[in-house]
């Protein structure tokens, strides 16, 4: 079929919608379903640039099972759709005049068209959809509720709107009953822009009124989801990846009922992801079950389950990976299984440019490397201690990991076997090494094959401040349950805090030309030094480490912000705001820290509210996933001080993301989730030929810096620039300070 004649766009719902506004509401004129639609916030303008969108590519099994999955549409009751916050959500019917005259009113879900004159033929008005995503040989129905005032017959054809390739055409009797409809037809091409058309034209005058319309049968996954599923009672929410249509529907897996229907929000350009996003809230489903979610045009996501608390078995298997990396372990089959080793790296290493030989055996791998890093290794740690802090209820004793069952937390344990080996690069005066590691990176052996000498590199005060912060940390939170250790760990944090006040300057290293290995410069202390006076304040009530803390943050403000391992000041705030005495010790300093809590958590959530994935996330580097956690996290802190709910509700939202809620519908933690990381960057898993369970990839990384990515296509939107090779270390390696910070998210958003 070909559309003849000039083609005047008379109405695009976007333009009207904003006339509507300026009214207030839009008012839907339906004898049956009168509905007013609040839409006192601007709608989302319609983007000016649109793109082929680009389905996340799905094995066919996975098809197959979608469409096991998705049978006809069964018009059961289902919960009203009650778009009461629908501003934004934006309808992409056209009413296009060519030889006739007509107008319409359309709304959220339904359009109400006033033909005044229907032109030469059947084609002289037409009500039309584009951008619909049809497989060649697929079935497909279109649903839908129509009434004409003046009975007759319409035409209702699907075509490819790129060519104009016919896929089908059925004529219906319509009169002056909203009755409803359903086509079936099979599609004879592939395409991604169909097109379904309401012929209204020839004829005398008319008044149509048509809604609910519904196209089912699509297996493409083109809706993003959490791929672990959604806790019961918290905020549930898919990402659409393209233009779906006005609503969405949250189908029952077993028996394909419609439980619930949403308005689909607040449709924008997303630069990061190259798509038109926008998303869909369905926190209001609550009853454990699997589900899908299914578009208007019909595009589905994964099934999901929706489960009181759908993380436990997976909770285990990211700490197990902290286990997995111990050094100087036998790791035995018992609970490493096909990854178990004997002891690895336990030879006296020899400080850096002397005879000195230390036994600093123990502690994680930190990564796809052997080496041990000091500003990686408290990092972690202290992520752990605070997810304990946050959330004990959610570790348990009973993870078949190595000191499963002593009556302590597996998370405390695993944290403890850190700490111990920390202790070891601390020197009598108080400094502490950054790194221990080999002249080289290790070929892809089994560690305890590495029989390279070990070196003991540079004491500084960036590594001292962080061993500090992590140590103070440590005291609070083994008080009672290691009272011994706390002890321990509380004098090496004042041993640290000794040797920071007698160098004052800042002490941060490049490695040696002749050590290859992973680096870490840092370029302030500050915060370093802020995170382990506030430790200390806290753990021993005395306010002169206050006042130190104070003292590093008025030299620089940015000393108490940052939950990574170049920048940690973030825990110092957080441990001083959670403090009973701090409100009343210093008033004045606690309403600053609240601010700049609030501040930074305020900047993530503005950038959140404005893509359809709801993440904050405004740069992709080395560790985007580790950055979206430690978003999350951030989020969460401030929500514990100001009550802003959206804060933890957004903060779900980027640990949605590293689960599956992403452009690439990728579940970056291995071993879980409908596609995940098998080639990841690290020499144990390698060397096993085993993929690691239960670690987090690096992630996202538009800065390209490892050779294997840079063969990716030029000008990849930030969030696609990932690549699942072994050889792409800056998106595809695994690291402690990472999987860490997925726990403490994890522990933060836990219901
Ligand atoms: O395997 C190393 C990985 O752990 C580091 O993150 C990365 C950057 O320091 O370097 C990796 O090692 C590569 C080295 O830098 C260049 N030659 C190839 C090495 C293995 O891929
Ligand atoms: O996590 C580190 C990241 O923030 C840096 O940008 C990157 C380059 O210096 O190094 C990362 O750390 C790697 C370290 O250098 C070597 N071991 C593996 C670490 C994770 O990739
Ligand atoms: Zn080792």
């Not at 007509?102 to 959809?129: K, L, M, P, Q």
């Not at 008044?207 to 019961?232: F, K």
């Not at 580790?626 to 929500?639: F, L, W």
Request: with cysteine; net charge negative.
């Amino acid at each position: 079929m070909k559309l003849q004649g000039k083609i005047v766009e008379k109405i695009l719902i976007g333009l009207l919608a904003l006339a509507l506004v300026s009214a207030g509401v839009l008012f839907v004129r339906n004898h049956n379903l009168q509905k007013t639609v609040d839409v006192n916030q601007t709608p989302t303008p319609i983007p000016t640039s649109s793109s082929t969108p680009t389905p996340a590519s799905v094995s066919p099994d996975e098809i197959r099972h979608m469409d096991a999955l998705v049978t006809p549409f069964s018009n059961k009751k289902y919960a009203p759709i009650t778009p009461d916050n629908a501003s934004g959500f934006k309808s992409s019917w056209v009413l296009q005049n060519n030889t006739g005259d007509s107008w319409a009113d359309i709304a959220f879900n339904y359009a109400h068209i006033d033909v005044y004159n229907g032109g030469e033929n059947n084609e002289g008005v037409i009500f039309y959809r584009d951008g619909i995503p049809f497989s060649g040989g697929t079935s497909y129905s279109i649903f839908f509720n129509l009434s004409a005032v003046h009975e007759r017959d319409i035409d209702v054809v699907i075509v490819d709107a790129d060519d104009a390739t016919p896929i089908y055409r059925e004529t219906i009797h319509v009169n002056g009953t909203l009755n409803n409809y359903t086509l079936n037809f099979v599609s004879p091409v592939t395409s991604w822009n169909g097109s379904v058309r309401f012929l209204l034209g020839g004829g005398q005058e008319n008044t149509y009124d048509l809604n609910e319309l519904r196209i089912t049968g699509s297996s493409e996954i083109a809706i993003r989801t959490n791929h672990l599923g959604y806790q019961a009672n918290f905020q549930k929410r898919c990402t659409f990846t393209y233009s779906a249509g006005d609503l969405f529907d949250v189908v029952r897996a077993d028996t394909n009922e419609i439980v619930y229907s949403g308005a689909i929000l607040n449709e924008a350009w997303n630069d990061y992801t190259g798509e038109n996003n926008s998303y869909g809230d369905f926190t209001n489903v609550m009853e454990p079950g699997e589900y899908y979610v299914r578009a208007q045009i019909g595009v589905v996501s994964h099934p999901f389950v929706i489960e009181e608390n759908p993380y436990i078995d997976f909770t285990n298997s990211v700490i197990r990976m902290l286990s997995l990396q111990r050094c100087g372990h036998n790791n035995n089959e018992s609970w490493a299984h096909e990854l178990a080793h004997p002891e690895c790296h336990t030879s006296l290493a020899r400080v850096y440019q002397t005879e000195v030989l230390k036994d600093v055996s123990g502690g994680w791998h930190d990564a796809g490397d052997y080496g041990r890093y000091i500003k990686t290794g408290s990092k972690a740690v202290s992520d752990l201690l605070f997810a304990y802090l946050y959330c004990p209820e959610m570790f348990g004793d009973d993870g078949n990991l190595p000191e499963s069952g002593n009556g302590i937390p597996d998370i405390l344990d695993e944290a403890r076997y850190e700490l111990e080996w920390m202790l070891k690069m601390q020197n009598e005066d108080g400094g502490v090494y950054n790194t221990v590691m080999t002249p080289n990176f290790a070929y892809d052996i089994s560690p305890e094959t590495d029989n390279q000498d070990l070196v003991l590199l540079y004491v500084e005060t960036t590594s001292t401040g962080d061993f500090g912060g992590a140590m103070a940390i440590a005291s609070i939170v083994y008080k009672d349950i290691y009272p011994a250790f706390s002890e321990t760990f509380l004098n090496a944090a004042l041993q640290a805090n000794y040797f920071l006040a007698y160098n004052q300057d800042l002490i941060d290293m490049i490695n040696p030309p002749e050590y290859i290995g992973g680096s870490f410069k840092d370029d302030s202390d500050r915060d370093a030094r802020f995170y382990t006076n506030m430790g200390l304040y806290v753990a021993t009530k005395d306010k002169k480490y206050l006042e130190e803390a104070k003292r590093q943050y008025n030299a620089d403000n940015d000393a108490s912000i940052g939950l990574s391992w170049s920048t940690n000041g973030g825990y110092g705030r957080y441990i001083f705001l959670t403090n009973s005495e701090s409100s009343k010790d210093d008033p004045e300093f606690y309403d600053i820290m609240i601010n700049s809590l609030k501040d930074e958590a305020t900047e993530i959530l503005n950038y959140a509210l404005a893509n359809g994935y709801n993440t904050g996330l405004y740069m992709y580097g080395w560790g985007s996933n580790h950055d979206m956690c430690v978003n999350g996290i951030t989020m969460s802190m401030a929500y514990d001080f100001t009550g802003d709910t959206r804060f933890q509700q957004t903060a779900l939202e980027h640990l949605n993301y590293v689960l599956g809620k992403n452009t690439l519908d990728y579940c970056y933690i291995s071993t879980f989730g409908y596609a995940s990381p098998q080639n990841i960057h690290n020499r144990l898993s390698v060397s096993h030929n085993v993929v690691y369970p239960g670690a987090m990839v690096g992630g996202a990384n538009s800065f390209r810096e490892d050779p294997t990515i840079q063969a990716l296509p030029e000008n990849l939107p930030q969030a696609k620039v990932y690549l699942d090779s072994l050889s792409s270390y800056s998106t595809n390696e695994i690291a402690i300070n990472w999987n860490s910070a997925f726990i403490h998210l994890l522990a933060r958003v836990h219901q």
